[in-house]
């Protein structure tokens, strides 16, 4: 069976359709998946063992320049490169009008959420077999529900598998003891404060392990300076690409993450994290991994799903939903999941905190 997969991004979103290929792949002999993916993700698209094909598009780059005779001659060589195969079965994971419309460049039966489902319902009206799934539960069970709906196979009740190796990422072994730092984000109200992890920086170092940060943009790589700058078992990592990262986590310790596609990554690699939440709710979109634990704000206005923190009280930190989420709380649980301590010995469940 041949299946076109339509789910082009974000990061989180494409490592929340993994395990659904897993289950796809159990259930079904044989099935192969083409995946229609943003290009920035066809990387790790590609590493999954069910994907015969990622086709690259370019999306939020076309929109910026919809006028351009470039972008005009890229939409033509991917209408003529989806036209030219049929398969059994378009199924659009993402639910967008933008994902829905793809469509139209493709052969084959037309299948996606239906219009209460989807995030945008007018993209059920291009699809021929809907679906309905719903929608105030994680991200993975909905992947999953979906799949298991479009591709007529029970509902797997396993653990979600991401079928990740971490070993065939690490290109080199280590014996350095190494904590990794997620401090990226786009929203500055997922952004857990600056002194924050100058503080968990310092008892990472005093129980004797190295830190390693990176960021994506200028202000990230700003601050992970600034945050070296006051402990010296700090590294600052040049901005690191997907696969710099993938090898970075591979031979972790431990992780300690925002709301970020690579905490997302850190969880499908098996590495034990510890995932901060403030404005987003884990219980949607949280990160997911065997050795996974959220730590999420205990505040009145907590999640509020806003970009910036609209809080005007005086507050300690800012954002002010991050008060009970110290660093001393951090550290210890990070013990707790990564077993620090006694490194021979491993957390074998998913641990959910909410105090």
Known sequence: MRVLLIKTSSMGDIIHTLPALTDAGRAIAGIQFDWLVEESFAELASWH?????????????????????????????????LHAEKYDLILDAQGLLKSALLMFFTRGL??????????????SLIYQRKYTVNFYQHAIVRMRELFSQALQYPLPT???D???????????????KYIVFLHGTTWTSKQWPETYWIQLATLVAQAGYRIKISGGNQAEMERAIRIANTCAQVD???????????????????????DTGFGHLAAALDVPIVSIYGSTNPAYTGALG??????????????????????????????????????????????????????????DRLISDRD
């Not at 001659?73 to 991917?78: E, G, R, S, Y």
């Not at 037309?110 to 993209?123: H, I, M, T, V």
């Open 158 to 160: 396993t653990l979600p």
């Open 236 to 258: 600052v990592i040049p901005n690191l690409n997907i696969n710099g990262m993938t090898e970075l986590l591979s031979q972790t310790k431990a992780a300690v993450a925002v």
């Open 290 to 347: 065997k050795y996974s634990l959220h730590l999420a704000a205990d505040f009145p206005c907590a999640p509020c799903l806003n970009r910036e923190c609209h809080y005007r009280k005086a507050s300690q930190v800012t954002p002010a939903c991050y008060t009970d989420i110290t660093p001393e709380r951090v550290w210890q649980n990070l013990i707790s999941i990564g077993h620090l301590s006694d490194e021979k010995n491993s957390p």
């Open 162 to 176: 991401c079928n990740l190796n971490r070993a065939q990422f690490a290109t080199a072994t280590t014996n350095e």
């Open 49 to 81: 063992p069910q994907v015969r094909r990622v086709i690259p598009v370019a999306l939020r780059r076309w929109r910026k320049n919809m006028r351009a005779r470039e972008t005009h001659v890229a939409l033509k060589n991917l209408y003529q490169q």
């Open 110 to 123: 037309r299948a996606g959420l239906d219009f209460s489902s989807a995030r945008e319902g007018l993209a």
